[in-house]
């Protein structure tokens, strides 16, 4: 069998078998955000099947007003002027690469079948890596140019004539974001705190349902808690991300996210979006055109992480442990 097609055919075994796993078990906000299936509480990650098809932009509708209302007696004048409810948020897209290559040397160095297969296996599993790592410190930055995410520093810009979503605060003073630069010491307190802050009307589901903050911060909350009061969401922990819940809601560290940082966000109100021709293609072996012994591997991925309401979320910037 030619390499190129001996090299495809595992491809095509391992993207079917480990996709899942290696994409999304070692950042929280991917896992819940494109990872499969339900989740404790009323976490719940978006399927596959969240997906665009095109467009210049993914546009979000907001709802961002009342109808006329009032009493309501003999001589009330129900009134007849048309009131604008709706807006919407445009999202440009993003889209991450990863590529990496085999070459005549491989193939000198690399002696038989197996061993080039077993080379094949490594990059391709080094593909997915670097692909994740990098999708995954990008959530939490603001955009470094064009082509990335806009992640959690673009929602939380406090400065009111930046655009997110190509709308301004002085626009619609409903797309505020909530950022707390108070200097707080973390405990069940200061979680109230942000609790009370971000929240979409008063139940459950408009509030914050998960914590993601630093590992040293995620040790003095659960420090501040009596022993007898310490729960962990088990079907993170069973993922592989330990936490420790505050209101049934778990609170999570992750090494991507910034120092003395805490985010609550509420995934009702937080999605990425993915292209459906671009869900992370599958990389295909193919024969440069000038180097018939090079062949060239990639995985694509196209879409955005959308907010359909601000104030959903809180970041604080200045907690401490102590």
């Known amino acids: 069998m030619a390499l190129?097609?001996?090299l495809n055919v595992i491809t095509e075994d391992y993207v079917?078998?480990?996709?899942v796993d290696i994409y999304f078990t070692e950042n929280v906000l991917l896992y819940l955000l494109m990872g499969k299936g339900k989740m404790a509480s009323n976490l719940a990650g978006p399927t596959a099947g969240d997906t665009v098809d095109g467009g210049k932009k993914i546009k979000q509708l907001l709802e961002i007003d009342e109808a006329h209302s009032g009493s309501y007696g003999n001589t009330t004048k129900i009134p007849q002027s048309k009131k604008e409810i709706y807006n919407a948020a445009l999202f440009r897209w993003a889209g991450y690469m990863a590529a990496n290559t085999v070459?005549?040397?491989?193939?000198?160095?690399?002696?038989?079948?197996?061993?080039l297969i077993n080379m094949a296996y490594g990059k391709l599993?080094?593909?997915?890596?670097?692909?994740?790592?990098?999708?995954?410190?990008?959530?939490?930055?603001?955009?470094?140019?064009?082509?990335?995410?806009?992640?959690l520093g673009d929602l939380f810009n406090t400065t009111t004539s930046d655009a997110y979503g190509n709308l301004t605060e002085d626009d619609l003073a409903n797309w505020k974001a909530n950022v707390i630069t108070d200097a707080l010491v973390m405990s069940f307190s200061t979680m109230q705190q942000f609790h009370r802050t971000a929240k979409v009307g008063n139940n459950k589901q408009g509030k914050p349902n998960i914590y993601v903050t630093t590992d040293a911060l995620k040790?003095?909350?659960?420090?501040?808690?009596?022993?007898?009061a310490r729960y962990s969401d088990t079907n993170l922990?069973?993922?592989?991300?330990?936490?420790?819940?505050?209101?049934?809601?778990?609170?999570?560290?992750?090494?991507n996210q910034a120092s003395d940082y805490v985010d609550g966000l509420n995934l009702e109100y937080l999605k990425i979006k993915t292209h459906e021709k671009y869900q992370f293609t599958k990389p295909t072996w193919e024969y440069s055109k000038d180097q018939p012994d090079t062949l060239t591997a990639n995985v694509r991925w196209i879409g955005q992480l959308v907010c359909s309401n601000r104030k959903a979320h809180v970041r604080a910037n200045n907690v401490s442990t102590s």
């Open 4 to 6: 190129d097609k001996e």
């Open 16 to 19: 079917l078998r480990r996709t």
């Open 103 to 115: 070459d005549l040397d491989d193939q000198i160095q690399n002696a038989g079948d197996q061993a």
């Open 125 to 151: 599993e080094n593909l997915q890596k670097t692909i994740r790592k990098k999708m995954s410190a990008q959530l939490y930055a603001s955009a470094a140019d064009a082509d990335c995410f806009l992640g």
């Open 219 to 228: 040790d003095a909350f659960e420090n501040s808690l009596q022993q007898q």
């Open 237 to 255: 922990a069973n993922a592989g991300f330990e936490n420790i819940l505050f209101k049934g809601v778990p609170v999570v560290p992750d090494d």
